[in-house]
Every structure is written in structure tokens, then in C-alpha cells.
């Protein structure tokens, strides 16, 4: 098997845009031939998703797996925080949960995570040939640069290769790539092949004289400036999430998410996103949710503050009435029950809360969180999907009375179960196939970052 240097994927700021790069390098990196592999070493998000083997990773690192073929596996993200709220989080090592922590005991306890990061990506190097590990943030916060996982550590212990992207929609886009390109230590400057410069809107020659002054007065080459371009999949956060953009011209449905405080697993909308026949909402007042044909209560992080928010923002109206559809996933099922017991205080302080009572009994968390993907019945239509949950009820779904209740994620993605539920709200409906429009979308973006960046000079800087 031929080796090649593996790449590192840095920003110059925060939400640069290095998920989406780093998918479409891996991508194309693969489609060159090269056995090519997603790595993270630790990510910070709500949104995961579930490996063969019931491990939890982070979004951005299975979607770019995915769109090669690869099987999801833990080594693609082995350190995963999912934000508590109040400096608390919730530690995933390996594919698996650890409990709680808080953030400063988690930076007490980084030198013991290192390992872990090293022996994952080691795993993944005796089976690919090149590893495309993305960073976090940006990788010269000199207060924690030594308390850094995702970016320095693993350029310094493998020897990366670097690029960098800048974001420069943001404005100061010469001092972001200056700065961190002369803030890196100098053992790493000389891995940098070069930038590319992000989000460029309007006519590329207006950038010639930038691209000039990087490279002679900063030393720096310019792989690239890629042109704006919306990709509506592989949300890594909900602020990325927020700004997604949709065409609703031709849209006949309104569907209305209710932006929870802690919605968590956010991707379960992708395919509404764009669906030209949606109207989608992230709505937070019970007004916006009666301007909506269905009403969905999502996945949640912490499902006992939000349920409590819910009813403080005056929702419980319209959540326990039968007139309008509600769809309820994961946290949002739980909440719709008449209780929830929580003896081990594993999801908050309570020991039992009040529900809205839509289903009757009530719902227990666990110790053990359950982890799994599977193929479901979806309310009388066989689909896949995956759990991620510590509550547990008699069933995984349940239809009562305008009521669509389900542990499942990936409810949407269902082509079937998508098409006959909106075609109850209105008839003419048509639906399409979620599944092809995600691999066009793919590659029309992986074209575009290909018609862009000088792929050429990366294949050459990353051959041994």
C-alpha cells in the first residue's frame, strides 16, 4: 500500500468553512485513487450519529465517510463533547459514553486523552493510505495551545501536511492568514503547502492583488479562492444549521421546527431543507407554530430544560392539542409523555417531571445510554435510522391521534415514510429521493471545490 503524507485541515478563524473542505478534499482525494480516510480527534457538537457497532461520532466526520462508502467507525472520531450548558459536558471516547464532566476537568484531563487520539488515527494509517484531519477552531489560541487535540497535536506527532482556510466573508482576511500562519510554531510553518481563501462573493479578479500580496509579502501560496457556494448537508452545528438556505417558490407545506434550546441531532432536517415542496421553520413562539401546517418538537440535549422552556414560552397549547400534526423525535417524544422519572438523575436534578401527556405513561432514564442504528418500523414503513438515547419506553413510536412520536433519528431520510406522511397534510404532494439528491449535491460541491483549488499542488506536496 503506497503512503502519503496525511493533511490537516486548519482554519484562520472559527466557522471558516474546514468541514466542508475537508469533506470535499477527502472526497476527491478518493476520487484520484487514493485510499483516503476523515479524522477529527475531538469534536465539540450535539449533532452525532451512530456507527455499526453503536458508537456515537460527531456529524461532519460521517457524512465525509459516507459520501466515499466508508463504514462509520470510532476511530474516524474518537473524543466527542457534547455541550451540558454552565461549563458542563457530556465526554464520548471511543464511540462510547464516559459520563459527565465539566470543561476545566476535561483540560486537567487532557494528557490522557492524547493516547487516545494517537492510537485512533495510528489505526486508521495501517488501513488508509492518506488521513484527512480536520481541525478545530483556530489552531493558535496561545492560551490553549497546549491543551489542544485536533490541531497541533496531531500535526506535530504525525508530520502533517497543513492547509489553510480562510474565511473571507468575515472581513480581515490578511490578518487572520498572517497571523496564524506566523503564530504556528516554526516546526509546522514549514508543513504549510498553502490557504484557501473561502466565501469569495462577486468577480474573482477583484482578488488577483490579494492573492499577490499573500504569496510575495506573506510567503504563503494560494491554493485557491473558492467562490460562495450554499451546501445545505453535513451541518455540524446549529448556528450552521440557522443559515441554511432554501428556495420555497414552489413549496406547499410549512413545517416548523421548534428551535429548542438544546436541539441536538439537528441533521434529522436536512432533507426538508431541500425539499422544493417545504417551507422550513425553526420557530420559538407558539404564534409562529400556528402559522405552520406540522409542528416538529426535535431531539434535545438536556429534554427536561427544554421541556420546562417549552412551557414557559407558552407552547403546551398547541403540544396538547389534536388539530395540528406533531411530529416528536428522540427528546420531543419523551417530553409527551405523561411522565418523566429520572431516579438516577442522569438527565437533571428532578426526579420526576410532568409531560404534556399526549401518550400515556410515563418515560425512565437509564444509566446506559442506548446507541444504535438498525432498520425501524416508521409508522407501518420499514426504514433506517438510528437511536441515541438514555430514556426508555414501552415502544420506539408511537401514532396517537395527530401524533408522531419516535426515538428513530433520521425520520426524514425515509423516502417512503417522508412521501405518504406529507401527503396526509396535503395531498398533492410528490416527494423525491432524498438519497440522489445528496450524491448530486455532492458532487456538484466537490466539483466546485476541484474547479477552484489547485488540486495538483496538493497531490504533490502530500507524495512521499
Not at 3 to 24: E, N, P, Q, V, W
Amino acid at each position: 500500500m503506497k503512503k502519503y503524507h496525511s493533511l490537516s485541515i486548519f482554519g484562520t478563524s472559527s466557522d471558516a468553512g474546514k468541514s466542508t473542505l475537508s469533506f470535499a478534499i477527502t472526497y476527491l482525494l478518493h476520487k484520484y485513487g487514493i485510499k483516503t480516510a476523515p479524522f477529527k480527534a475531538q469534536n465539540v457538537s450535539n449533532n452525532s450519529t451512530v456507527t455499526k457497532d453503536g458508537g456515537e461520532i460527531a456529524i461532519p466526520q460521517a457524512f465525509a465517510a459516507q459520501a466515499i462508502g466508508l463504514e462509520l467507525r470510532y476511530e474516524f472520531n474518537p473524543i466527542l463533547l457534547k455541550s451540558g450548558g454552565a461549563a458542563k459536558t457530556h465526554l464520548i471516547v471511543n464511540g462510547k459514553s464516559v459520563g459527565n464532566t465539566n470543561i476545566w476537568q476535561y483540560y486537567k484531563d487532557i494528557d490522557k486523552l492524547k493516547p487516545i487520539a494517537k492510537k485512533a488515527f495510528q489505526a486508521l494509517q495501517k488501513e488508509y493510505e492518506l488521513i484527512v484531519a480536520e481541525g478545530a477552531g483556530s489552531p493558535v489560541e496561545l492560551n490553549l495551545m497546549h491543551k489542544d487535540l485536533s490541531n497541533l497535536y496531531i500535526a506535530k506527532e504525525f508530520q502533517t501536511k497543513i492547509i489553510l482556510v480562510a474565511d473571507i466573508e468575515k472581513g480581515g482576511v490578511f490578518a487572520s492568514i498572517y497571523g496564524v500562519y506566523n503564530l504556528l510554531p516554526k516546526e509546522l510553518q514549514k508543513n504549510v503547502i498553502g490557504v484557501i481563501v473561502n466565501k469569495f462573493r462577486g468577480d474573482l479578479k477583484l482578488f488577483d492583488e490579494g492573492v499577490k500580496i499573500i504569496q510575495e509579502e506573506f510567503k504563503i501560496p494560494v491554493l485557491g479562492v473558492v467562490p460562495y457556494k450554499p451546501f445545505n448537508l453535513g451541518f455540524e452545528d446549529s448556528a450552521s444549521l440557522m443559515n441554511y438556505q432554501q428556495n420555497t417558490q414552489k413549496a406547499i407545506i410549512k413545517v416548523g421546527v421548534i428551535a429548542l434550546p438544546h436541539i441536538s441531532n439537528f441533521t434529522d432536517f436536512e432533507p426538508l431543507v431541500v425539499d422544493s415542496e417545504v417551507e422550513l421553520m425553526f420557530i420559538k413562539t407558539p404564534i409562529q407554530a400556528k402559522m405552520c401546517d406540522v409542528v416538529v418538537v426535535p431531539g434535545s440535549k438536556l429534554v427536561v430544560k427544554d421541556l420546562f422552556w417549552l412551557k414557559k414560552q407558552g407552547f403546551s397549547k398547541i403540544l396538547e392539542s389534536k388539530k395540528i400534526p406533531i411530529v416528536a423525535i428522540c427528546g420531543g417524544y419523551e417530553m409527551m409523555f405523561e411522565k418523566l422519572l429520572d431516579p438516577y438523575n442522569v438527565e437533571s436534578e428532578y426526579k420526576e417531571v410532568e409531560g404534556f401527556g399526549r401518550l400515556k405513561g410515563e418515560v425512565v432514564f437509564q444509566k446506559e445510554k442506548i446507541v444504535k442504528r438498525s432498520e425501524y418500523n416508521l409508522f407501518g414503513f420499514m426504514g433506517k435510522g438510528y437511536e441515541i438515547h438514555s430514556a426508555t419506553t414501552k415502544k420506539r413510536s408511537k401514532f396517537k391521534k395527530n401524533l408522531y412520536g419516535t426515538f428513530i433519528h433520521a425520520l426524514f431520510d425515509n423516502d417512503t415514510f417522508r412521501t405518504r406522511f406529507f401527503q396526509t397534510i396535503n395531498p398533492a404532494y410528490k416527494g423525491y429521493s432524498f438519497a440522489h439528491y445528496k450524491q448530486k449535491a455532492i458532487d456538484e460541491f466537490a466539483t466546485h471545490i476541484e474547479q477552484y483549488v489547485d488540486m495538483q499542488k496538493v497531490l504533490k506536496a502530500v507524495s512521499k
